[in-house]
């Protein structure tokens, strides 16, 4: 069989440390009412087994669903996969609206900073996500301007990376199926 290296456009890992940190008492029930396995259900799979199964199923890379108020996890996660995923906060819109809407309250940065993470947005858009360190991801992520001028840029600049545009045809390509599935249920 060949390999499909399709865009998985919602990752949403659940590792055993979101697990073991998050069990609400109504997701609790439906684990043991109704599919009758909490245990494993709340086992969690690690991110390295997770890669591993996308690799089976064709998966080349992936958007990687990150909460805003805690991006820190998945932004290490797409540091170490690199080549493997994306976050969600850069070009899925809503991601992206709520991770800049978390951070505008606290950000207080120099112009001096400012001037590096315009530098960093260019850098991006022109090299893809691959491109960037660790330690750039995360500064973006700490800006909500610097995080909104790259949600722009990947969703409007003729120069964007391929990676860039591969991710934000397949948000739109999900985008357009969802609505086409309501339509059909209508």
Request: charged share 20%; hydrophobic share 50%; glycine share 4%.
């Amino acid at each position: 069989m060949s390999q499909l290296n399709a865009i998985d456009c919602w990752v949403n890992p659940f590792t055993p440390e979101i697990a073991e940190a998050q069990r609400p008492e109504f997701l609790v029930r439906v684990a043991t009412d109704y599919f009758h396995r909490a245990d494993e259900v709340f086992q969690g799979t690690p991110l390295d087994q997770m890669v591993g199964m996308m690799d089976a199923a064709g998966i080349g890379a992936g958007l990687l669903t990150i909460d805003a108020a805690n991006p820190a996890p998945m932004a290490e996660a797409a540091a170490k996969y690199g080549e493997r995923f994306l976050l969600s906060a850069v070009v899925d819109p809503l991601h992206n609206a709520i991770a800049c809407a978390a951070d505008v309250a606290r950000t207080q940065h120099s112009d001096a900073i400012r001037h590096v993470h315009a530098g960093v947005v260019e850098r991006a858009i022109a090299d893809g996500p691959q491109r960037m360190s660790a330690h750039e991801k995360s500064a973006l992520l700490g800006d909500a301007l610097s995080l909104s001028q790259l949600h722009f840029e990947v969703w409007t600049s003729p120069d964007a990376h391929a990676d860039w545009i591969a991710a934000r045809e397949a948000i739109a390509n999900a985008r357009r199926n969802s609505v086409e599935l309501v339509k059909d249920a209508a």
